[in-house]
């Protein structure tokens, strides 16, 4: 225990110092965006993985949020307005997806959720007259909390670190709460939880409405980072993406997703300007990640990690109970 | 970062794609004068790859013939691929501007990933040239640090609307393109043209990116004397074969993308007489543009075509503004005014020179497709058949009365009964 709290500070030092130990602007705005999508990815998480609903149109949901903020803040609302709205945007549409895919489960609800997706990529082309079609809305500035400017580097990312951390609390709550106990149990035994009582679909129901609220607040970030929204930024590619941040790093772990998304983020900013064929390289990861640890990466290195202790180490037992690593993050 | 042992800095020190194949470790660069440093934002994976791949060759063809030098600044060339996404766009210029503080940037290629990244060029006073479309950038919403050595999206096709209704007589158009702002301005240009010589566009079709199948748009060409087409990358390849395969024969206007030189290489007889307008063709008989032709040949057996040309031409500005601004890009302010105060006698396009909001005025050639001996091998030649010198992003339009419409669109210029 002592391990992982010292472990969890180092982690949040590290994550407080970027600016002044990596090596310019740019890989600040990296991790900004590794934090960002780190929250999707948590959003995702939490259908996903705490409650076994696989949803490939989550990049839709984002890009409601993104475009509506977009929208206000081109039709000339403040930025306060235009965050509020967005985020209420975001979940009232959250909540039209889960009324429509928890009809089903399993199959179904991917292909619904997919579904809906595309069709959220088709409004975000077609209907120009609010999106701008093809040609995307530009957004010109970012906001200033308490007076604090945005604009640079440095301030943006600490102002992503901030919500990301709130971000990252609210999710260990909920982990740890009895709605995300029986979240899980709907997850496992779905009857038997029916059986003891449970309103399974109101339970669900709520995982998605909190996954909605870390994807909308993700796509607030995303559309502030890159001041532009555009179709791309919503279609199914997107969706995988922030699929394959969860199952690379370890769905139904809290830690997994954050891991995942600076694993996707690193090979797709960074990498790629060393390997021209980086999607290549990124799926070589993922099939590696999967037959050596199918669970993920942050629960396969714990458990290789335990395996190595009992091996090698000394008869330290079940120390190491708790499937997470903190280290691993940076 | 003074040592980064990577591919981009071998691809600089070589300045030779043809090696790609080969690794071998670059002998790191001495602190001498400072290299002058060259981003390019282009698209090396997805659909769009095939013209992006093409920019790079272009840029890589011009370092080796000018021995890596810019003005005599040795040159480091840094390349990023965007992934043909805005997103992607946007953090690769952060990474050519923020990290590799590049000098200048050629390049994106879509219309709208430079839209993504024009607010960021302008707040960071980078000066980038681009052959994107997205007329508005050197139109209603200037750019001071953008210019556009290729043309504009619409650009070409008021040049074949012009040719399609004076010179060929046509009277009566149906365009079909893709539906996106590139597709738009193209059409939009097109019908403009077209309509003040008299002709008439029944009608627009839309097609989203990718189509395979354009058997349902086909059925709907009757009536007409012309059909006007402005697919892109491999699109034209497969268009036209549908459209011979179900017997159409109307003949087909397109313009610097639909009939590209680097697909003649690809295409069947069925693209057999069709007209295009390019601010580039490989058929221009100059020695600037057999010099450029021969060595894209010789270091990537693929011959040249707009993209390619456009990137090679872009090096060509920059050199000329570096020049003139005494090697140094120090003041940006400056050296914008000598970006846009370029003038060129001899590029592979011909000679140009560049309007007060950053856009080439220069020349535009209408092709045909025919069967002509070629120094290449190609089955298939585009014939010059008419030069259009000094075209300007306004065409015969007074500036003012050009700017006061609204920029091509799906619905604009409407479309009239004929």
Redo the contacts between chains.
């Keep these: 225990m002592k391990t992982r709290i010292i472990a969890l500070l180092l982690a949040l030092v590290a994550l407080v110092t970027v600016p002044y130990w990596m090596?310019?602007?740019?890989?600040i705005?990296?991790t900004s965006?590794i934090l960002f999508y780190a929250i999707f990815a948590l959003g995702l998480n939490i259908l996903a993985g705490y409650g076994g609903l696989v949803s490939l149109g989550h990049a839709g949901l984002l890009g409601i949020s993104a475009y509506a903020a977009a929208y206000l803040l081109h039709a000339g609302f403040g930025h306060p307005v235009a965050i509020i709205i967005a985020l209420i945007a975001g979940l009232i549409s959250m909540a039209v997806y889960a009324v429509l895919s928890l009809r089903t489960t399993g199959i179904g609800f991917i292909m619904i959720t997919l579904a809906l997706g595309e069709i959220i990529w088709g409004l975000a082309?077609?209907w120009?007259s609010i999106t701008n079609?093809?040609?995307?809305i530009?957004v010109?500035s970012r906001p200033m909390p308490f007076g604090f400017s945005l604009a640079s580097?440095t301030a943006f990312y600490y102002a992503t670190l901030v919500v990301f951390l709130v971000c990252i609390v609210i999710v260990t709550i909920f982990v740890r709460s009895p709605l995300g106990a029986a979240l899980m149990g709907t997850r496992d035994q779905p009857r038997r939880m029916n059986a003891l009582g449970y309103h399974v679909w109101a339970i669900r129901f709520w995982a998605c409405m909190l996954s909605g609220l870390l994807t909308a607040i993700a796509g607030v970030l995303f559309v502030y980072y890159?001041?532009?929204i555009?179709p791309?930024?919503v279609d199914l590619t997107a969706s995988a993406e922030a699929l394959l941040m969860v199952i690379s790093g370890g769905a139904g772990t809290l830690l997994g997703p954050i891991v995942g998304a600076a694993l996707v983020v690193i090979v797709?900013?960074v990498v790629?300007?060393?390997?021209?064929?980086?999607?290549m390289l990124l799926g070589a990861i993922f099939v590696v990640i999967v037959i050596f640890m199918p669970e993920g990466l942050v629960p396969g290195t714990a458990r290789l990690w335990r395996l190595a202790w009992r091996q090698f180490g000394t008869s330290r037992d079940d120390d190491a109970a708790a499937p997470s690593k903190a280290g691993a993050e940076q | 970062?003074s040592r980064k042992l990577?591919?981009?800095t071998f691809m600089t020190a070589t300045a030779a794609g043809a090696a790609a194949a080969t690794f071998k470790f670059p002998t790191p660069a001495i602190a001498q004068a400072a290299p002058f440093k060259l981003g390019l934002l282009t698209v090396?994976?997805g659909p769009l790859a095939q013209g992006g791949i093409q920019m790079e060759q272009g840029v890589l063809t011009w370092l080796k013939l000018h021995g890596n030098k810019m003005a005599g600044r040795k040159v480091e060339f840094i390349s990023?691929?965007t992934?043909g996404?805005?997103?992607?766009t946007?953090?690769?210029a952060?990474?050519l501007i923020?990290?590799d503080k590049v000098d200048v940037i050629l390049g994106p290629l879509a219309?709208?990933e430079l839209?993504?990244?024009?607010?960021?060029i302008r707040e960071h006073k980078t000066p980038t040239l681009s052959l994107a479309g997205?007329d508005d950038i050197t139109q209603r919403k200037p750019n001071p640090y953008f210019l556009r050595p290729s043309a504009t999206s619409s650009q070409a096709m008021h040049v074949m609307g012009h040719y399609t209704a004076k010179e060929m007589g046509k009277k009566k158009a149906i365009c079909i393109d893709y539906?996106?702002?590139f597709g738009y301005e193209q059409q939009g240009g097109f019908q403009a043209a077209f309509e003040k010589d008299g002709g008439c566009v029944a009608n627009k079709l839309w097609v989203p990116l990718g189509t395979p199948d354009y058997t349902p748009y086909l059925a709907q060409m009757t009536g007409i004397d012309v059909l006007c087409q402005g697919f892109a990358g491999s699109g034209p390849l497969a268009f036209m074969k549908q459209y011979a395969n179900i017997g159409l024969k109307f003949p087909v206007v397109t313009g610097e993308t639909g009939g590209d030189d680097a697909l003649l290489h690809a295409f069947g007889d069925e693209a057999l007489g069709m007209m295009s307008t390019c601010p580039y063709t490989l058929d221009l008989d100059t020695d600037a543009n057999k010099k450029f032709a021969q060595a894209m040949f010789k270091n990537f057996k693929v011959v040249p075509g707009f993209y390619a040309a456009g990137l090679y031409i872009n090096c060509d500005v920059v050199e000329a503004a570096l020049k003139a601004s005494g090697g140094t890009t120090h003041d940006k302010e400056k050296f914008m005014a000598a970006l846009k105060a370029v003038k060129l006698k001899d590029t592979p396009r011909g000679p140009i020179s560049f309007d007060h909001l950053g856009n080439v005025v220069g020349n535009f050639y209408v092709r045909r497709i025919e069967k002509a001996k070629n120094p290449y091998g190609l089955k298939l030649w585009n014939k010059t058949v008419k030069t259009y010198e000094n075209v300007s992003q306004f065409w015969t339009w007074p500036e003012k009365e050009f700017l006061a419409h609204p920029v091509y669109?799906?619905n604009y210029p409407p479309l009239k009964k004929c």
């Excluded at chain 1, 790629?272 to 999607?279: D, P, Q, T």
């Excluded at chain 2, 996404?85 to 992607?88: E, H, L, R, S």
């Design positions: 090596p310019g602007a740019y890989y705005n990296v965006q082309y077609r120009i079609g093809d040609n995307g530009n010109h580097p890159n001041q532009f555009s791309q930024a797709k900013s790629s300007g060393f390997i021209e064929r980086w999607n | 970062m990577t591919r981009r090396k994976t990023a691929d992934g996404k805005p997103a992607g946007k953090t690769k952060q990474e923020e990290r219309a709208f839209l993504a990244i024009s607010d960021y997205a539906d996106f702002a669109s799906r």
